[in-house]
C-alpha cells in the first residue's frame, strides 16, 4: 500500500550516543556564544534564534490576527490604503494604538506600510479574505485559546473546556445551547471552510465511476451541493441525525445515527471531517456500519485533517490534536492509522491519496472485497 509507518524502527546504539553528543553539545551556552560569532554557524544560530523567538510570541502574533479581523482591518484596506488615524477614528481607538496595530500586523506580511505613511493589503492579507471559512475560523479561536490558557491542565484533563460543551450542541447530542450566536458563527464556519475541504477532496479523488454517493455524517449537506455541480448526474443522499438533515435543501436526506445500521443505499459512502471527532471506539464501530452498508467492490472515502505519524505535521500535530483534545471527542489519526482501521473491518487495498493542501484536508480511500 506504500503507507507511511507510524513507529519508526529503534535506533542504533552508536545513532543514540551521536544525538546525545550533538545534543549535549549545541545545548551549551558556551558552544552557543562561540556559534554565534562563528562565521559558518552564525547564519544557523540566528535563524534557530528567530524561530525559538516566533515560538515564544505566536500567541502574540495570532492576537494581532485576531484583533485584525475583529476589527475588520483588511475588509477595510482592501478598499483602498488608508492612514492610522482614518482608520483609528472608525474603530474607537487612538492613531498610536492604531499605528501600533497596523505596525504589527505589517511585520506579520498581512499589510504593508506605504512611504507616505499610509497601510494597504498585503498579499497574505488578502488571501486571508479570499479564503473561505478562514476569517469565521479566526473568530471562533477566542474559545480555543481560553481552552489553552493552561496547557498542562488540559494534558492532564483537569479542566473543563468550552468547545466540550459547545460541540456536542452543535452535532445535536445536547439541549444545552451555548451563549447567544455563537451557534451561528460555528455554522458559517462550518459552510464555508467545508468549501476547502470539498475542493481538495474532489480534486483528489474522481467520483465518476459511482452511481450513488451517501454522505455520513454530512450536516446539512455542504460537502454534497459540491459534489452535485461536480458531477450532475450522479445520484447524492444525505445522512445524518435526524434534526441535523431537517436543514437540508435540494438533495434526498435520511435521519439516522451511524451508530446504527447504515442505509444499502449507496455504492460510494464519503466520511468527511467525521472520524476525528470521535473516539476509537465510535470510529471502530462506524467502520463496521459503512463496510456492511456497502456492495462488493463498493468504496469508502474519508477525508480530514490527518497526523504525520512518523513524520509530524504542524497542522495536524501541532493544532487539530490539541483542538480536537478540548473537544474531548476525539483526535487527529495518521493515514496509516486509518488504513489498518478501515483493513480490521474487511476492507482492501486502503490508498493514500495526496491532496495539495494537507493542512486543509488529506485522503484515505478503501474498497470492500
Same mark, same amino acid.
Given at each position: 500500500?506504500?503507507?507511511?509507518?507510524?513507529?519508526?524502527?529503534?535506533?542504533?546504539?552508536?545513532?543514540?550516543?551521536?544525538?546525545?553528543?550533538? &545534543?549535549?553539545?549545541?545545548?551549551?551556552?558556551?558552544?552557543?556564544?562561540?556559534?554565534?560569532?562563528? $562565521?559558518?554557524? @552564525?547564519?544557523?544560530?540566528?535563524?534557530?534564534?528567530?524561530?525559538?523567538?516566533?515560538?515564544?510570541?505566536?500567541?502574540?502574533?495570532?492576537? &494581532?490576527?485576531?484583533?485584525?479581523?475583529?476589527?475588520?482591518?483588511?475588509?477595510? !484596506?482592501?478598499?483602498? $490604503?488608508? *492612514?492610522?488615524?482614518?482608520?483609528?477614528?472608525?474603530?474607537?481607538?487612538?492613531?498610536?494604538?492604531?499605528?501600533?496595530?497596523?505596525?504589527?500586523?505589517?511585520?506579520? +506580511?498581512?499589510?504593508?506600510?506605504? @512611504?507616505? +505613511?499610509?497601510?494597504?493589503?498585503?498579499? !497574505?492579507?488578502?488571501?486571508?479574505?479570499?479564503?473561505?471559512?478562514?476569517?469565521?475560523?479566526?473568530?471562533?479561536?477566542?474559545?480555543?485559546?481560553?481552552?489553552? *490558557?493552561?496547557?498542562?491542565?488540559?494534558?492532564?484533563?483537569?479542566?473543563?473546556?468550552?468547545?466540550?460543551?459547545?460541540?456536542?450542541?452543535?452535532?445535536?447530542?445536547?439541549?444545552?445551547?451555548?451563549?447567544?450566536? #455563537?451557534?451561528?458563527?460555528?455554522?458559517?464556519?462550518?459552510?464555508?471552510?467545508?468549501?476547502?475541504?470539498?475542493?481538495?477532496?474532489?480534486?483528489?479523488?474522481?467520483? *465518476?465511476?459511482?452511481? #450513488?454517493?451517501?454522505?455520513?455524517?454530512?450536516?446539512?449537506?455542504?460537502?454534497?451541493?459540491?459534489?452535485?455541480? *461536480?458531477?450532475?448526474?450522479?445520484?447524492?443522499?444525505?445522512?445524518?441525525?435526524?434534526?441535523?438533515?431537517?436543514?437540508?435543501?435540494?438533495?434526498?436526506?435520511?435521519?439516522?445515527?451511524?451508530?446504527?445500521?447504515?442505509? @444499502?443505499?449507496?455504492? &460510494?459512502?464519503?466520511?468527511?471531517?467525521?472520524?476525528?471527532?470521535?473516539?476509537?471506539?465510535?470510529?471502530?464501530?462506524?467502520?463496521?456500519?459503512?463496510?456492511?452498508? !456497502?456492495?462488493?467492490? +463498493? @468504496?469508502?472515502?474519508?477525508?480530514?485533517?490527518?497526523?504525520?505519524?512518523?513524520?509530524?505535521?504542524?497542522? &495536524?500535530?501541532?493544532?487539530?490534536?490539541?483542538?480536537?483534545?478540548?473537544?474531548?471527542?476525539?483526535?487527529?489519526?495518521?493515514?496509516?492509522?486509518?488504513?489498518?482501521?478501515?483493513?480490521?473491518? +474487511?476492507?482492501?487495498?486502503?490508498?493514500?491519496?495526496?491532496?495539495?493542501?494537507?493542512?486543509?484536508?488529506?485522503?484515505?480511500?478503501?474498497?470492500?472485497?
Amino acid at each position: 500500500m506504500g503507507l507511511v509507518e507510524d513507529t519508526p524502527r529503534p535506533r542504533r546504539g552508536l545513532s543514540d550516543l551521536m544525538s546525545r553528543w550533538q &545534543t549535549d553539545l549545541i545545548s551549551r551556552p558556551g558552544f552557543q556564544a562561540w556559534a554565534a560569532r562563528f $562565521p559558518l554557524t @552564525r547564519g544557523l544560530v540566528r535563524r534557530d534564534g528567530e524561530r525559538l523567538f516566533d515560538l515564544v510570541a505566536g500567541f502574540v502574533y495570532s492576537q &494581532t490576527l485576531f484583533a485584525c479581523v475583529q476589527l475588520e482591518l483588511f475588509e477595510d !484596506l482592501a478598499a483602498a $490604503p488608508k *492612514a492610522p488615524l482614518t482608520l483609528a477614528l472608525a474603530r474607537g481607538l487612538t492613531e498610536q494604538r492604531m499605528t501600533a496595530l497596523c505596525q504589527s500586523a505589517a511585520a506579520l +506580511g498581512l499589510i504593508k506600510r506605504r @512611504r507616505d +505613511g499610509r497601510y494597504a493589503l498585503a498579499r !497574505l492579507g488578502a488571501a486571508l479574505i479570499g479564503v473561505p471559512g478562514l476569517i469565521e475560523m479566526v473568530r471562533h479561536h477566542d474559545i480555543l485559546y481560553r481552552d489553552m *490558557a493552561d496547557p498542562v491542565a488540559l494534558l492532564r484533563d483537569e479542566v473543563e473546556t468550552e468547545l466540550a460543551g459547545f460541540w456536542p450542541y452543535v452535532l445535536g447530542q445536547t439541549q444545552a445551547a451555548p451563549e447567544d450566536g #455563537v451557534v451561528q458563527q460555528y455554522s458559517r464556519l462550518m459552510a464555508q471552510s467545508q468549501a476547502m475541504v470539498a475542493q481538495e477532496t474532489l480534486q483528489t479523488v474522481s467520483f *465518476a465511476k459511482a452511481q #450513488v454517493v451517501m454522505d455520513v455524517g454530512g450536516g446539512t449537506g455542504a460537502f454534497l451541493r459540491h459534489v452535485q455541480v *461536480a458531477y450532475p448526474k450522479l445520484k447524492t443522499i444525505l445522512f445524518d441525525l435526524p434534526d441535523v438533515v431537517t436543514g437540508a435543501e435540494g438533495m434526498e436526506a435520511i435521519g439516522g445515527s451511524f451508530l446504527d445500521p447504515l442505509p @444499502r443505499a449507496a455504492d &460510494t459512502i464519503t466520511l468527511i471531517r467525521v472520524l476525528y471527532d470521535h473516539t476509537d471506539e465510535t470510529v471502530d464501530h462506524l467502520l463496521r456500519n459503512v463496510f456492511d452498508a !456497502l456492495p462488493a467492490g +463498493g @468504496r469508502i472515502v474519508i477525508s480530514e485533517p490527518m497526523s504525520g505519524g512518523a513524520h509530524p505535521a504542524r497542522a &495536524t500535530d501541532g493544532y487539530f490534536s490539541f483542538y480536537t483534545m478540548a473537544m474531548r471527542t476525539g483526535r487527529v489519526r495518521s493515514h496509516s492509522e486509518i488504513a489498518e482501521k478501515l483493513e480490521r473491518v +474487511g476492507f482492501a487495498d486502503a490508498q493514500i491519496a495526496k491532496t495539495g493542501r494537507p493542512y486543509v484536508t488529506s485522503v484515505v480511500m478503501a474498497e470492500k472485497a
